[in-house]
């Protein structure tokens, strides 16, 4: 499902959450104009929730039956989740006769393509002053990175 | 930060003042596979119900992703 959070850029179209309705009116706007079909599950105003696993614009987390951790990554690459589950859900089912499941731990770094024409396009459906502003922040990101 | 610092509403002083360096530097040791999810309140949009989120996996595997609009 989808936990809706504040928004991580905010602009003259679609600004940042100062009432939770208005937080609610902006998660419609996900279904509505973006399309998702997945349940969308608000947070509330604070961000208790989002704060509560780290607060990063679009992480995502699986959580196995039962309520224990399973996999989390602080960026969303639905094809990397969809391999993860599958393979996770396969060996469940496939407990070794006379044997037993053992489950081990991984760290991994993996890669997302990201299209910068597209993203802008969405900094400006958000309002000018959220593509002005993350143009600023890639300024700022490059000075501490000469 | 002036104003609410989680809804920030410039995002180049959100960088600017570290936020979002802070929360992905912290994320690799924030909560950690094996360990037991949180619950918190969340409303659904489609028709308002209010629940703990952790009611959800309860009963069965669960992707949760974050996000917003923006």
Redesign the interface.
């Given at each position: 499902m989808f936990v809706y959070t504040r928004e991580a850029h905010p602009g003259e179209h679609v600004d940042a959450h100062d009432t939770f309705d208005h937080k609610l009116t902006n998660a419609r706007l996900l279904r509505d104009e973006v399309g998702i079909r997945r349940p969308i599950l608000v947070d509330d105003l604070d961000g208790a929730g989002h704060l509560a696993y780290g607060g990063l614009p679009n992480m995502t987390w699986v959580i196995g039956r039962g309520g224990r951790i399973l996999y989390k990554a602080d960026w969303t690459s639905a094809a990397n989740i969809e391999a993860f589950v599958r393979r996770h859900r396969s060996a469940r089912q496939q407990r070794p006769s006379g044997g037993a499941l053992s489950p081990y731990m991984t760290e991994q770094i993996e890669f997302r393509h990201v299209d910068r024409d597209l993203f802008y396009a969405h900094l400006r459906r958000n309002g000018p002053r959220a593509y002005d502003e993350f143009r600023r922040a890639e300024q700022i990101w490059a000075s501490r990175n000469p | 930060m002036p104003g609410?610092p989680?809804?920030?509403?410039?995002?180049?002083?959100y960088?600017?003042h570290g936020g979002?360096s802070e929360?992905?530097a912290?994320?690799?040791d924030?909560?950690?596979?094996?360990?037991?999810?949180?619950g918190?309140?969340?409303?659904?949009?489609?028709d308002g119900e209010r629940f703990d989120?952790?009611d959800?996996?309860?009963?069965?595997?669960?992707?949760?992703?974050?996000?917003?609009?923006?």
């Open positions: - | 609410d989680y809804n920030y509403r410039r995002f180049d002083e960088v600017e979002e929360e992905f912290a994320f690799a924030h909560l950690h596979v094996g360990q037991r999810a949180w918190f309140e969340v409303t659904r949009v489609d989120i952790a959800l996996w309860r009963r069965r595997d669960v992707v949760m992703e974050f996000g917003s609009f923006t």
